[in-house]
């Protein structure tokens, strides 16, 4: 029986995650949507559509360029050629703090500078809209490359970023929490059932 409610605890920190979609380039230069409330844990899953786009992290000060050199926290160059298979890659909410991030691709033009940036919990200080003006109005860039290395978990799938129906085609390291935790998520409510059904009887 106090196996059961030790299951039964862990259920609401595994059950609370949310998946966030939103869609890189599938408009032009945006982030739809352009900001987020996100919770610890939450997975911000981003969708790549054509042509080739980042999610990288920056600062609030500095949008337009690289914040640290975590590689969990950037992309890597996405060329996507169709936007029906858009390509997939999952961001895992650490902290309820403001992250801020951008598209460092700068050919043929800036995307940052053209405004494609995007937020996690901005806040009534920091607005998005202000972190957006600050890009538009020149944030410098560290990157101009279009190739590099890609982190995260990346699937491709051919239905709409909210869509389930997601086939893996690499995971090439970094941020791939976001399975793990809906690996183990699964496996404690199947042990949690099966021990909750156990205490029925």
């Known amino acids: 029986m106090q196996l059961s409610w ?6 609401p920190f595994v ?8 869609a890189v380039g599938q408009n032009g230069l945006t982030f739809e949507p352009s900001s987020v409330t996100a919770a610890e844990g939450d997975v911000i899953v981003f969708s790549f559509y054509p042509k080739n786009h980042t999610v990288t992290k920056s ?3 500095k949008p337009c360029e690289t914040s640290g050199d975590d590689e969990e926290d950037d992309s890597g160059f996405v060329s996507v050629a169709s936007a029906t298979t858009p390509t997939v890659w ?3 909410v650490d902290s ?8 460092a691709q700068t050919a043929p033009l ?6 494609m940036v995007f937020a996690v919990n901005p806040t009534a200080e920091n607005t998005f809209a202000a972190f957006q003006d600050r890009a538009k109005s020149g944030g410098s860039t560290s990157s101009t ?4 290395s890609t982190s995260g978990t990346q699937t491709s799938t051919s239905t709409s970023p909210a869509g389930s129906n997601t086939s893996t085609s690499g995971n090439n390291g970094g941020n791939g929490a976001s399975s793990v935790v809906a690996s183990t998520g699964a496996v404690l409510l199947a042990v949690a059932g099966g021990v909750a059904g156990f205490a029925l009887l």
């Open 59 to 61: 600062s609030f000060d």
């Open 15 to 22: 059950a609370s995650a949310a998946d966030i979609p939103v």
């Open 90 to 92: 999952n961001w895992t």
């Open 6 to 11: 030790a299951f039964a605890a862990l259920l």
């Open 145 to 148: 490359t279009t190739s590099g």
């Open 110 to 115: 800036n995307h940052c500078q053209g405004g």
């Open 96 to 103: 309820t703090d403001p992250a801020w991030f951008y598209c």
